[in-house]
């Protein structure tokens, strides 16, 4: 079982709905990531989330809004979705970067979210 | 963005046969690690290297990294149905905690 938790598994949202994906790990993890994954391909780094301040947006469009509401938990919140947005949403964690040099811990993901945009 | 070359894109083989996939790049990394996704799940951590020249197993899984650290490869021991999956590899460098992925191999297994 992934000790990183997502939620729902699956969503399918016509494109002038609002919803939200949820994440939360209980590892003590500092770091928290969105990343979208489109079938047979590697994940895409979204939204990168070091001790509860954004500190990486890989130019993701503004339909898209993360929030850190506790160093448990991320959200991703959808507005006004497309077509070309239906992928698997995967939430990660790990210890961020340190204060005094880098921080390599691996990241550990959860099994995802499967949107679909109608 | 960029991507490691990761080969080969995809492996057919028997039950009981060894598997070798690798990764290369033309630039350093300070971290590589091995991932396994199966369908309808998440990427599952395999192996992580930290050292260039470390070598590191798993069970039947053997991992290295690159002595020039740039590149590493993954061995998988007498294979069984459940090795079926995408493996990725991945880099990380020194600073910040961005992973760079290959395109990842298809690992089919013939019973």
């Known amino acids: 079982d992934t000790e990183v938790t997502q939620t729902p598994k699956h969503l399918v949202m016509g494109m002038t709905n609002k919803k939200s994906l949820k994440c939360e790990q209980h590892m003590g993890h500092r770091a928290m990531y969105w990343y979208k994954q489109k079938a047979k391909k590697p994940p895409e780094l979204m939204f990168v989330y070091s001790y509860e301040k954004l500190s990486i947006n890989e130019s993701v469009p503004s339909r898209f809004s993360p929030e850190c509401p506790n160093s448990s938990l991320l959200n991703l919140h959808l507005h006004a979705l497309q077509p070309e947005d239906s992928a698997l949403y995967l939430c990660?964690?790990?210890?961020?970067?340190?204060?005094?040099?880098?921080?390599?811990?691996?990241?550990?993901f959860g099994d995802g979210t499967r949107l679909s945009i109608l | 963005g960029q991507q490691l070359n990761q080969s080969p894109q995809s492996m057919f083989i028997q039950e009981g046969e060894d598997v070798s996939m690798n990764c290369t790049s033309s630039s350093i990394f300070n971290t590589w690690l091995w991932y396994k996704q199966e369908p309808g799940e998440g990427p599952v951590l395999l192996i992580a290297l930290y050292k260039a020249g470390e070598l590191t197993s798993n069970g039947r899984l053997t991992a290295q990294f690159g002595i020039t650290r740039k590149d590493s490869f993954l061995n998988i021991s007498a294979s069984i149905p459940s090795d079926v999956g995408i493996y990725f590899c991945a880099g990380q460098k020194g600073y910040g905690n961005k992973l760079v992925f290959g395109a990842g191999t298809i690992l089919r297994v013939k019973s």
């Open positions: 990660a964690s790990s210890h961020p970067k340190s204060g005094t040099g880098y921080s390599n811990q691996p990241q550990h």
